[in-house]
């Protein structure tokens, strides 16, 4: 996600989270970008307290920050933007692509994108490692729209098979993601990287 050529790709309509690995001896995966009928997005949660949210990320995780999220409806839309970007950063660091996981969650527009970067990723022997705090500080619901503004507490960076950085990594982004109500289900249509390195409240 998220520094560097993921912060690039993210600006244009989507920002740089799984799980259909190899079978052991199987050819490798061919990705395809033909969009899979979506299946339905997770009920809405009830918060729980899990405890002080961490002043850095957890290696490989990524973690709940702050939440913005007012009543049910709200929470709803949270918990399908969280997904989203936990299947994203996920993917991005394990290389195995879930493509009805992440058009559950986003249609073809926040969702191509991420898809052929992982591929691209998988086609260099790159993969991504760190994690993300993940915090919403805005969410406005206005019919069947929804408009989410995220601060992400990033250590994600983008590493050669030797492990070495190939990218500079960014430690804040904040963005600007739209969601639609298609049914009961909320889906990401877009999604926007505004700022990079400035600190935003995560916690």
Request: glycine share 8%; charged share 25%.
């Amino acid at each position: 996600m998220m520094a560097g050529r993921l912060a690039a790709l993210l600006s244009v309509g989507v920002l740089a989270l799984t799980a259909c690995g190899d079978d052991g001896g199987s050819e490798p995966e061919q990705l395809s970008l033909d969009e899979p009928t979506p299946t339905a997005t997770p009920e809405p949660t009830t918060p729980v307290d899990d405890g002080p949210i961490p002043e850095d990320p957890v290696d490989g995780e990524v973690t709940r920050g702050l939440s913005a999220a007012k009543g049910a409806e709200q929470r709803a839309v949270e918990d399908v933007w969280f997904a989203y970007w936990t299947e994203l950063i996920e993917m991005y660091a394990t290389g195995e692509v879930d493509r009805d996981a992440v058009y559950a969650l986003a249609d073809d527009a926040a969702a191509s994108g991420p898809l052929e970067y992982a591929a691209e990723l998988k086609a260099e022997g790159h993969r991504q490692t760190g994690g993300v705090i993940a915090a919403t500080t805005s969410i406005k619901v206005a019919g069947d729209t929804a408009t989410v503004i995220g601060c992400m507490r990033n250590t994600t960076i983008d590493v050669d098979a030797d492990g070495k950085a190939v990218e500079q990594p960014s430690a804040f982004l904040t963005t600007k993601d739209t969601l639609r109500r298609e049914g009961p289900d909320w889906r990401l249509t877009e999604q926007i990287i505004t700022d990079k390195d400035a600190p935003c409240a995560y916690r």
